[in-house]
């Protein structure tokens, strides 16, 4: 059944999202969430309150960390998130080991820019270049499978290196750019599985060609013992800290030669053509309507601006034409196997084995609800 057309009186999520609600104010359930349940997010707190959270994080890793080379790990792509992380992080006197997942995807400004950023704060890079083959076929293989997580691989990956490597060393913090004030919406519905193994194993073994045997990949049982055993932390850095995406861009460019490449996760070719082309038109996710609502609900444009921003065309035509001819060459794929993908029905995370039902995803509930009752919340 078709929904009536929708869009929120307050950010500018719509109907888009099959799952979105909206109350008699017309405001969704995304932004409400936002600015009414996180109240206690360091993002929210005040200035006073995050310098003071910061200052007793950066005490703890520090300690944590002298014995090591490094004190914490820092996952750098590139981005401006990343890459004013890493900026902060060595401001605030860290010794971080920056670590890079190199899928076969990166576009060459983003390879410039984790030189450049390395380079000019003296800090190791450790990259993880994976498998091309067999990424591949699995990229390939949630293409077939019609869901909208194909960036699930990618993004399944980066955690595990992150994970693997502190384990590896030694530490205890994984430092990422990830954040709320840019990343607060994301419509379940639009991506699920990040961290479900047994969702991308399934999806290989439905529509793959190969075993997977070398892709970095984390279990249930793995997670656990990284965070309940090794106690290693993942830290949203930068909201700890006033987060003006704007301003971070102009300072990342002054100080670490860093260049944009015109948009949100777009330094990876996968990711533009995915975003900008294959979410929109395969499943009508338009993922800039959760970024600019969540810049919205962190009061950093007003909702005029996001929809004049949206006004803009994702791709200029000849730009995509010639996207689509490098994605299906990488992928050794005919335009005709692409235009058939493209017209496949849309499918759900729903529709494959994974963890959501499994007993093992209850216990693991239940043992988190229970560790975070009886553990009071630490930095
Ligand atoms: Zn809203």
Request: with cysteine; charged share 30%; net charge positive.
């Amino acid at each position: 059944m078709n929904r009536m057309y929708q869009i929120c009186n307050r950010c500018i999520m719509d109907t888009s999202d099959p799952e979105i609600t909206f109350d008699s104010n017309g405001y969704c359930n995304h932004c409400t969430r936002v600015l009414k349940e996180h109240r206690n997010e360091p993002y929210c707190f005040s200035p006073e309150q995050k310098k003071k959270r910061l200052e007793m994080l950066v005490a703890t890793i520090k300690k944590r960390g002298k014995n090591n080379r490094y004190d914490c790990i820092i996952g750098v792509s590139g981005g401006v998130d990343s890459s004013y992380t890493a900026y902060q992080v060595k401001e605030l006197g860290l010794r971080p080991l920056a670590v890079h997942l190199d899928n076969g995807w990166d576009s060459e400004l983003s390879v410039m820019n984790i030189e450049n950023i390395c380079k000019k704060l003296s800090v190791d890079l450790f990259t993880y270049v994976i498998d091309w083959e067999e990424f591949k076929d699995l990229q390939l293989s949630f293409l077939k499978a019609s869901t909208p997580d194909s960036e699930i691989p990618s993004d399944h990956a980066i955690v595990s290196i992150l994970y693997k490597k502190a384990q590896k060393e030694g530490l205890n913090y994984i430092i990422a750019g990830t954040n709320f004030a840019t990343e607060s919406i994301l419509p379940h519905s639009w991506s699920q599985g990040h961290d479900d193994w047994k969702y991308i194993r399934s999806i290989q073994n439905k529509f793959g060609k190969m075993r997977l045997k070398s892709f970095p990949h984390r279990s249930i049982l793995q997670r656990c013992y990284h965070k309940y055993i090794k106690r290693i932390k993942w830290i949203n850095l930068l909201d700890y800290i006033e987060y003006d995406k704007e301003m971070a861009k102009k300072i990342i460019a002054q100080k670490l030669d860093w260049r944009d490449y015109g948009g949100k996760h777009l330094e990876s070719n996968y990711t533009k053509i995915y975003q900008s082309y294959i979410l929109p038109e395969k499943f009508e996710y338009d993922k800039r309507k959760a970024h600019l609502s969540s810049l919205i609900c962190a009061g950093q444009i007003n909702r005029k601006q996001a929809i004049d921003t949206m006004k803009e065309p994702l791709y200029a035509k000849s730009q995509l034409e010639e996207d689509i001819l490098y994605l299906i060459n990488k992928f050794s794929i005919s335009r005709k196997e692409f235009d058939e993908i493209m017209r496949l029905p849309p499918k759900s995370y729903r529709d494959y084995p994974n963890y959501a039902n499994s007993w093992y995803a209850s216990l693991h509930k239940g043992v988190k609800g229970c560790i975070s009752k009886l553990t009071k919340r630490t930095i």
